[in-house]
Structure formats: structure tokens, C-alpha cells
């Protein structure tokens, strides 16, 4: 390993980017090289920091004193934290690369694989705070600095390696950032449980952490690890255990595209119909179908979609996991829960465009989006569909 390069690279993309990314993207690499050269030790820094740090000082835990742990736990974390973030970035750079043709980009794993190793090196850099727990504040707050340099970094980025044009990179980086933090929710949880540090003792399926205007329902967080890893065992082929191979965990094969779109309506309130869109596809076994129609036009328009994510239930249960109600002079953004399902509200009082979503049976989403109707409007869209037909299905598999 040539560390004396790694070092002059990493310089180069922290303190250079714009002319560093040009040279990384014409560099011949394959995923072993980049592997091998980069992601390895960066992805290193931040667990085996936490190792050292919480061995040797522990966590300070108000009214309580300092907490120890011991060093076998200490070490199975590490293990796990480290290779589920390899595991983490190669799956990252698969869903970028599949993703680039929607953004007018190129389907290229390996370049996808050098922009988010690559745009990750201020938060793996960071890491090395860890080594100091009591400093946990400030690592806290240079860590959210780090992320947002990171995503700086992806933006500018996708553009030199993808080819992705400038007008659509923002939208591009902002889906990629978006399942990167539910993945990266997925591992960290994942590497509580695989390793025993952290982990919720029974009963806990109750327990919420609650923090400005949110809260996070720890028990929806296990059911998603459940529902994550069962999808990873049948995506590697593997059997599932009898825990897993529960109706509400197993992954399954989303419903065909015509069996979607039979289920929207005909038409809305004053609204006719267009045309029905019906798309399935995805990464591997990982396949998602979609019906969606647009009602009306003009001013009065509302585009109302429905949603399988069948083998993707872990995810979806990351979105039900957290509630929020935020409210301010532009407008609302709400999750909450109603009559047993997940509910998201969104409006923007400037030009009049709201959201509304339901999750159905813990598998389908039903949203409707539109500019110039309320959001009354919006929710008697979503409520036109046949949601309790819907949900009779949520452990149908598809064809």
C-alpha cells in the first residue's frame, strides 16, 4: 500500500476538489483497487477510533458517572461497524450506478463506486474524534460539518465521474443522500445487534426517543433490522429462520404492474383521468412496482401513484419509524400515525404544492401530489382508492 499517494490524495479532494475529481474519474480502477487503495482504511478510522475510545475512557452518562464496556463487545462492534460500511458503500455505489440513466447520467459501477468513496472522506476523516469521547458534542457538530462537505463533494462529483448534467446533479444527490441515511440507519442498528453493545433489552418494542418535534419509535427500528436482514439472506439465497419467515418480515415479489393500476380510480372530484403509468423494476431481487396516473390539468392537477415496495419492507419501515410535526411561515411537514397507518403531510404555502402518503399495510404506498389544490383535496385522492382491498394484500406475493 502506497500511503505516501493516499495521503496526497486525500489533500487533494479536501483541499482541491474541482481539479482533484477530473483526475479521479480518468484514472483506470477497477472495485478491487478502490477497495484496496482507499475505501479499507478510510472506512477503518471511525470504528477502530471508537474502539480505543470507549475502551480505554468509556461513556459519560449523565447522573449515572462512566460506563465501560468490555473489550470483546468493544471488538465484535468494531468488527461488525467496519464491515457493514464496506458492505454499505459497495451497495450505495450499485443503486447510484442503476440510478444514473434517470438523471441523464451513465450506468457505471466502478465510477459510482470512486464518487461516494471518494465524497465520504471528510466524514471517515472526522472519525478519528472518537478516540476522545468526552469531546462528544464537538464531534457531533464537526461530524454534521463533515457531512455537509461530503455532500458538497457527491454533488460535484457525480458530475466529473457520472457525467451527470449540472441541472440535475442537485436532485441526483439529494435521492442518494436520502438512502444513504436509511441505510446507513439499517447498519448501525445492525452492528448494535450483531455485536451486543447497544442492544434493546425485550420488551423495548415500546420505548420511542422523542427530540425536537420528532420522535423515533425503537421498536419500528428492530422491525425494519428484521425485515433488512431477511431481505439480505433471500437476496444471497439463503433460507430464512422461523423468525424471519413471518408474513410481516419475509421479502416478497411485488404484484405485477396491471394489478397495481386497477386500483386507482377511474377519476377524482371534478378531475378526469390521462393516462395510467405502470413501471417494476429494481436492483437484483430488490424489485419495486408503480401505477401512477395524473387527474386534471392545469392549475387543478393531482398526480396519484401507488406504490409496492414488497421487497423492500425493511425500508419502508424506516419511514414509518419516525414522527414529526414541524410548522412555519412557508408551510408544514408532518409523519404521524392514524387509524394503524403512517401518515405524511407536506405543503408549501409559496406555490401551493402539497403531498400526502399513506402507508398501507406496511408494504404499499398511496400519494398524491399536486399545485393549486388543498390538501383536503390531496387526501380525498389518496382516499379514493380501495385502501382496505389494498391492505388485504400486504402479504400477497406477485406474479
Do not use: C
Not at 62 to 72: S, V, Y
Not at 80 to 98: H, K, P, R
Not at 327 to 355: L, M, P
Not at 365 to 392: N, R
Amino acid at each position: 500500500m502506497d500511503f505516501a499517494r493516499l495521503i496526497a490524495r486525500l489533500r487533494a479532494i479536501l483541499l482541491n476538489p474541482r481539479a482533484t475529481w477530473p483526475e479521479i474519474a480518468a484514472e483506470p480502477s477497477g472495485i478491487g483497487s478502490l477497495y484496496t487503495g482507499w475505501v479499507l482504511w478510510l472506512a477503518a478510522i471511525t470504528p477502530l477510533a471508537t474502539f480505543i475510545g470507549l475502551g480505554v475512557f468509556g461513556m459519560s452518562v449523565p447522573f449515572i458517572g462512566t460506563m465501560r464496556f468490555g473489550f470483546g463487545a468493544l471488538f465484535g462492534q468494531m468488527l461488525s461497524s467496519y464491515l457493514l460500511t464496506l458492505l454499505l458503500v459497495f451497495v450505495i455505489a450499485l443503486i447510484v450506478a442503476a440510478l444514473a440513466p434517470s438523471f441523464g447520467a451513465r450506468n457505471d459501477r466502478v465510477q459510482a463506486l470512486k464518487a461516494i468513496a471518494y465524497a465520504w472522506t471528510p466524514v471517515w476523516i472526522v472519525g478519528v474524534l472518537h478516540l476522545i469521547p468526552l469531546l462528544g458534542a464537538l464531534t457531533a457538530v464537526l461530524t454534521l460539518a463533515a457531512l455537509g462537505y461530503s455532500v458538497w463533494l457527491l454533488w460535484l462529483g457525480l458530475q466529473s465521474t457520472l457525467d451527470v448534467p449540472h441541472e440535475r446533479a442537485v436532485a441526483y444527490t439529494a435521492v442518494i443522500i436520502a438512502i444513504a441515511i436509511v441505510l446507513g440507519l439499517v447498519i448501525g442498528w445492525s452492528s448494535m445487534m450483531l455485536s451486543g453493545v447497544g442492544a434493546l433489552p425485550r420488551g423495548s418494542e415500546s420505548f420511542s426517543f422523542q427530540s425536537n418535534g420528532k420522535s423515533v419509535d425503537l421498536g419500528a427500528l428492530a422491525q425494519a433490522a428484521r425485515q433488512m436482514q431477511a431481505t439480505g439472506a433471500a437476496t444471497q439465497g439463503k433460507p430464512l429462520g422461523s423468525a424471519e419467515a413471518a408474513p410481516d418480515v419475509a421479502p416478497l415479489k411485488p404484484l405485477a404492474p396491471d394489478q397495481i393500476s386497477t386500483l386507482l380510480p377511474a377519476s377524482l372530484p371534478g378531475l378526469a383521468r390521462g393516462a395510467v403509468d405502470s413501471t417494476r423494476g429494481g436492483i437484483g431481487t430488490l424489485l419495486i412496482s408503480s401505477a401512477k396516473a395524473d387527474y386534471g390539468s392545469g392549475a387543478q392537477r393531482i398526480k396519484l401513484g401507488i406504490t409496492d415496495m414488497a421487497a423492500n419492507r425493511g425500508m419502508l419501515a424506516l419511514i414509518g419509524m419516525v414522527r414529526q410535526d414541524q410548522e412555519s411561515a412557508s408551510g408544514y411537514h408532518k409523519v404521524f400515525q392514524q387509524d394503524g397507518r403512517i401518515v405524511q403531510e407536506q405543503w408549501t404555502n409559496a406555490d401551493r404544492r402539497g403531498e400526502y402518503t399513506l402507508i398501507v399495510g406496511n408494504r404499499f404506498l398511496v400519494e398524491a401530489t399536486g399545485e393549486g389544490p388543498d390538501m383536503d383535496a390531496l387526501k380525498q385522492a389518496v382516499h379514493a382508492v380501495d385502501l382496505t382491498a389494498l391492505d388485504k394484500l400486504k402479504n400477497t406475493p406477485g406474479k
